[in-house]
């Protein structure tokens, strides 16, 4: 009784006043600490039963399969496999199964298939233990093949079969083979079970069918925690992040606690869309209940305060972390580049060395970054050299792009070409993208024309590449080449993505699109504007136009300028936020130099703090400066 009611403390108090516990006493034991989580306590006590000289049962050994599947020990479950083969139960079917699931769980899976082959005998059981092992992972694809052949062998699927089978489609997004399983879940009259309901809601969701995983959801009996999770997930995968958050609270409401997984989704998506009040009520729920002690979740809230601009909170949550590890510690380099605090990036990698983490792919992609930002041309080609010699880590395309880019902010373009030589990869975008971006910073009109040419090979449909291009030629008062690429851009039937910047204000989002004149406020905004505009002319702002594409009269240029969406969510902010708190604008594109400028004299003016994200890095506009030292 005690052990079913969880309390391995009691049951084990219980079992030390038993004189001589029998087989089925030690047995009820090991499994109540398994699932108890006590794993390691469950190998110990198997090893003192066997001391004590009493002969393990099926039972015992079905349960210490379990046990060495939890621990994930490659030889202790070899072991097991021995000891069950020793005692003569290597025919039992129930044990071939346990083991089975054993391998499959510790990723052993050819020893899996291996004791299913050598079986005479099978059941369902044994089918769907098999199929765990294809629930994820890279044996993810084999999960169809063993589902259809279970059938074909006319064995009846049941709630674990299913279960397995649609995480399987799930990870693998195949939502084709996903609607057969549907309609033999349906034929099997389970399509009412809470568990393979839940299973088929995270298919749906996971694979962007958001209206059948709500109308599945409507349909479950039960909602559980796991059917309220797969659907937040399946928001927060879209990108729906405002739905995801009405779906958590609205859980909430239901009086169901969010478990880790959950908070750290619902964290990404404030993350994502720096919804940052949101984030902040997420943060002190995880703190209340106890779960900012996982990695997992700790991680989430850095990021979260990261990317919603607030990098001093994302500081002293990550050191407040109680444990860290190496995604934790690449989240908080993130953040510092993020937020072009090239140096802090360095420092935190070396203390990160120092704390004995290894770093991964993902750690050097912060570091080479820094460097390039910082411009730090030695120091990046010392890291880049670590890679392999010290850290064994074979350099990606990523790595190499940071590499052009360290090399080509510097101006070292002959350095640049015979890196890209010795690279022998010559058609990846992203080189040649990099390449692009450096020309343009340098003013390089002949390798930047060359790369465009690379880049318009390789996918003419990309319309920052036009806009690079015809940027560094108008740079260079090459008009008839700008009116060249405009064309190309027509002819080839580009569009330039629609920028947006959207503020929060009162805990909602108010987004704004250039020449947006739907607005309630857009009189005031305008207003507003023109006041900014005129008391930073007054402060000495001389508008750059000389970059824009459209070579149309410098009336209309400014005329233009003014309309940038960043500058009509700043106005709305100043108009809407009292009392003044920093001003925080997100934005999907770069924002141009010229509304850097702007920023950077308007925060001067208004004595106030101003960041802005945008697609690129976080710019805090400050006393008429900026952070990324106009290096972004
Ligand atoms: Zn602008
Ligand atoms: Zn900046």
Redesign the pocket.
């Known amino acids: 009784m005690y052990s079913k009611c969880g309390l391995a403390e009691d049951t084990l108090k219980v079992f030390k006043r038993i004189q001589e516990p029998n087989i089925v006493a030690w047995s009820a034991m090991i499994d109540c600490l398994d699932e108890q989580g006590q794993i390691q306590e469950a190998a110990e006590l198997f090893s003192l039963m066997r001391c004590k000289g009493v002969s393990p049962n099926q039972h015992t050994f079905a349960s210490i399969a379990g046990v060495a599947a939890n621990l994930g020990d490659r030889l202790y479950c070899e072991g097991v496999h021995a000891c069950i083969f020793k005692h003569g139960f290597e025919s039992e079917i129930i044990l071939s199964n346990a083991l089975i699931a054993m391998y499959m769980k510790i990723r052993s899976v050819q020893n899996g298939w291996r004791v299913f082959k050598e079986m005479s005998s099978w059941n369902s059981a044994s089918w769907n233990s098999l199929l765990s092992g294809s629930q994820n992972g890279k044996t993810c694809d084999r999960g169809p093949s063993i589902f259809h052949k279970m059938l074909a062998e006319g064995f009846k699927p049941d709630i674990c079969t299913f279960t397995s089978i649609l995480r399987s489609c799930s990870n693998l997004l195949n939502i084709k083979f996903g609607h057969q399983v549907h309609a033999h879940i349906i034929k099997n009259g389970l399509k009412d079970n809470n568990l393979v309901g839940t299973s088929l809601i995270d298919l749906y969701a996971k694979n962007g069918f958001l209206a059948d995983a709500e109308l599945l959801f409507t349909q479950l009996i039960e909602r559980d925690l796991f059917s309220w999770t797969a659907l937040i997930a399946g928001y927060a995968q879209s990108d729906c992040s405002e739905k995801t958050i009405k779906c958590f609270n609205h859980m909430q409401r239901q009086g169901v606690t969010p478990n880790n997984f959950t908070l750290a989704t619902c964290l990404s998506s404030c993350s994502n869309m720096a919804m940052l009040e949101n984030g902040q009520l997420l943060h002190s729920m995880a703190i209340k209940a106890g779960n900012s002690g996982d990695v997992f979740v700790s991680s989430s809230i850095v990021d979260m305060y990261a990317n919603c601009g607030c990098i001093e909170e994302a500081e002293a949550a990550f050191q407040g972390m109680v444990s860290t590890d190496t995604v934790s510690w690449n989240t908080m380099l993130f953040g510092y580049l993020q937020h ?1 605090q090239g140096l802090k990036v360095l420092e935190n990698f070396r203390m990160m060395l120092d704390k004995g983490l290894e770093p991964d792919e993902v750690t050097f992609i912060a570091v080479l970054s820094a460097c390039s930002y910082m411009g730090f041309v030695n120091e990046g080609k010392e890291y880049f050299d670590s890679l392999t010699n010290v850290f064994g880590i074979v350099p990606t395309i990523k790595h190499c792009a940071c590499m052009i880019d360290i090399l080509g902010r510097a101006g070292k373009f002959n350095e640049v070409e015979s890196f890209i030589k010795d690279m022998k990869v010559t058609s990846n975008p992203l080189i040649w993208e990099t390449v692009l971006g450096t020309c343009r910073m340098n003013g390089n009109d002949k390798l930047g024309e060359s790369a465009a040419e690379k880049l318009f090979e390789l996918n003419p449909g990309i319309a920052s590449h036009y806009i690079l291009l015809a940027n560094i030629f108008a740079a260079k008062g090459r008009w008839e080449d700008v009116r060249r690429v405009r064309a190309l851009m027509t002819h080839c039937g580009v569009k330039k993505e629609p920028g947006c910047s959207w503020v929060m204000v009162n805990g909602q989002v108010h987004i704004f699109r250039s020449t947006d004149g739907f607005h309630p406020k857009h009189g005031e905004i305008y207003i507003k504007l023109k006041e900014l505009v005129e008391k930073s002319i007054l402060a000495g702002y001389v508008p750059k136009t000389d970059h824009i594409l459209n070579d149309v009269s410098d009336d209309e240029k400014l005329e233009q300028l003014f309309h940038h969406n960043e500058r009509l969510a700043l106005a709305f902010a100043l108009i809407s936020i009292n009392p003044v708190k920093t001003i925080r604008i997100f934005k999907n594109l770069h ?1 141009c130099e010229v509304c ?1 400028d702007f ?2 004299l308007v925060s001067g003016v208004i004595k106030q703090e101003i960041v ?1 994200r945008d697609a690129n ?1 976080f ?3 400050k006393s008429g400066i ?7």
């Not at 900026?626 to 972004?632: A, E, F, G, R, V």
């Open positions: 072009r924002i850097h920023m950077k802005v890095c710019h805090h506009f900026c952070s990324c030292q106009d290096y972004c």
